[in-house]
């Protein structure tokens, strides 16, 4: 079988592009049916193909990752089941074993499941005298002082717990929109090119890292911590960096 597999490795590799791009199609359009018509029994070894296809490709860099995305599968998917599947018996079958085919919304869908387990997990690990959610207190005068402070005085794993902002000062109580407020206003500060972080071109509409050293280089790994951690809890951070950074 794996003898087999490098030879069919060797062959692809040696196809022209205009070929290569072809087979790719064929069996997009056949997991497309596969996933339209509900036949489950032939999904995986397609998924394997494209699969193969897609490990040569990323070698070559011969078509763009976004020809290997497949609408129906993004779509179609019950993705609970999925991710049940993809937790479960290695053996299943699962289309979050096969990314590289879900659209970005489907790896949305599928970072945000493995989200909501991983803090049900964290909860249900705590003592009994410890807070089950990562406790943010800001000032608001004081927004990133604050956030930087409390991130780095953190356990790494405290970061899995589900996050609560509390303004100080203020009765409000986090369902989700203190904590949307908390990022949008800490990013909109550490982005400003005053903050020294980082720079915006206005040609191009997006930010990259600043040349000026920092006093302290470990805020760039807190800021990476924020936008962690905005992503875990299901938060969007309007922040446009140039792909390369991805």
């Avoid at 290569?20 to 394997?48: D, E, G, K, N, P």
């Avoid at 807070?131 to 991130?151: C, G, K, Q, T």
Wanted: charged share 20%.
């Amino acid at each position: 079988h794996s003898r087999a597999r490098d030879i069919l490795r060797g062959w692809y590799r040696q196809l022209p592009s205009e070929y290569f791009i072809r087979i790719v199609h064929v069996f997009q359009h056949v997991l497309t049916y596969l996933v339209q018509m509900q036949i489950s029994s032939q999904v995986a070894s397609v998924c394997s193909i494209l699969a193969l296809l897609y490990q040569i490709n990323d070698k070559s860099n011969v078509l763009p990752y976004t020809v290997f995305y497949n609408h129906e599968a993004s779509t179609l998917t019950n993705f609970k089941e999925e991710y049940q599947r993809w937790k479960g018996v290695s053996t299943m079958f699962s289309f979050f074993r096969y990314p590289f085919l879900l659209e970005p919304s489907a790896k949305s869908e599928m970072l945000h499941l493995e989200s909501q387990d991983q803090m049900i997990s964290q909860v249900m690990m705590v003592h009994e005298l410890e807070s089950p959610y990562l406790l943010l207190p800001i000032r608001r005068d004081h927004m990133v002082e604050d956030a930087l402070m409390h991130l780095a005085s953190k356990p790494s794993a405290s970061f899995k717990k589900p996050l609560k902002v509390i303004f100080q000062g203020e009765e409000g109580v986090d369902a989700g929109g203190l904590a949307k407020e908390f990022f949008a206003g800490v990013m909109r500060q550490l982005l400003q090119p005053s903050f020294g972080m980082f720079t915006y071109s206005e040609a191009r509409r997006l930010f990259w890292f600043s040349t000026t050293p920092l006093e302290n280089p470990t805020e760039f790994r807190l800021v990476g911590i924020l936008l962690g951690l905005a992503l875990y809890n299901g938060v969007h951070v309007d922040v446009h960096f140039p792909l390369v950074r991805y």
